[in-house]
C-alpha cells in the first residue's frame, strides 16, 4: 500500500511507453547533421581573445622585470651569521671544551615573521645537526 504523497510503481510497459515519447520528442527537436555542417560559423571577437591574451601578457611582463631588475641596496640579507663563522664555535661547545679562538657569532637578530613555524617543543633537536643513532626527545608533557 502506498502512503500519501507517494505515487504507484509504474510497470514496465507503461515505462517503456514513457521513454518512446521522450526519444521521440528527442529526434523531433534536434537538428539535421547538414543542417549543423552548413550553418555559417560565428566570428570571434577581437575583445574576447584581447581579454583572454592579458593575463598571460601581464605575467610575461611582470616575469621580465622581476628578472631584470637589479639587486637594490634595501634588499635583506642573511637574517643569521654565515657558518663560516659560527661552525667552528659550534663545534667547540659541542665537544664540551671551550671554542677556538674563532669570532664568536653575531647576535641573534631580530625573529623574523614566521619564526614561530620552527618552534618545536623539543627545540633542541632543530638547533643541533642531525643524530640519525638517537630517537628524537620526547615532548615535556
Known amino acids: 500500500m502506498t502512503e500519501p504523497g507517494e505515487r504507484p510503481p509504474i510497470d514496465d510497459d507503461e515505462l517503456g511507453r514513457r521513454f518512446a515519447e521522450l526519444r521521440k520528442l528527442d529526434a523531433e527537436r534536434t537538428p539535421e547533421m547538414e543542417a549543423l555542417v552548413r550553418a555559417p560559423r560565428r566570428r570571434v571577437s577581437v575583445l574576447r581573445v584581447i581579454g583572454a591574451a592579458m593575463p598571460a601578457l601581464a605575467a610575461a611582463a611582470a616575469l621580465l622585470v622581476w628578472c631584470?631588475?637589479?639587486?637594490?641596496?634595501?634588499?635583506?640579507?642573511?637574517?643569521?651569521?654565515?657558518?663560516?663563522?659560527?661552525?667552528?664555535?659550534?663545534?667547540?661547545?659541542?665537544?664540551?671544551?671551550?671554542?677556538?679562538?674563532?669570532?664568536?657569532?653575531?647576535?641573534?637578530?631580530?625573529?623574523?615573521?614566521?619564526?614561530?613555524?620552527?618552534?618545536?617543543?623539543?627545540?633542541?633537536?632543530?638547533?643541533?645537526?642531525?643524530?640519525?643513532?638517537?630517537?628524537l626527545p620526547a615532548p615535556p608533557r
Do not use: I
Open 68 to 135: 631584470t631588475r637589479p639587486p637594490s641596496a634595501e634588499a635583506p640579507t642573511a637574517a643569521v651569521a654565515p657558518m663560516s663563522n659560527a661552525a667552528p664555535a659550534l663545534a667547540g661547545e659541542l665537544a664540551g671544551g671551550q671554542a677556538s679562538s674563532a669570532p664568536a657569532p653575531a647576535a641573534r637578530p631580530e625573529p623574523l615573521p614566521l619564526d614561530f613555524l620552527l618552534d618545536h617543543p623539543a627545540g633542541l633537536a632543530l638547533s643541533l645537526p642531525a643524530d640519525l643513532d638517537s630517537p
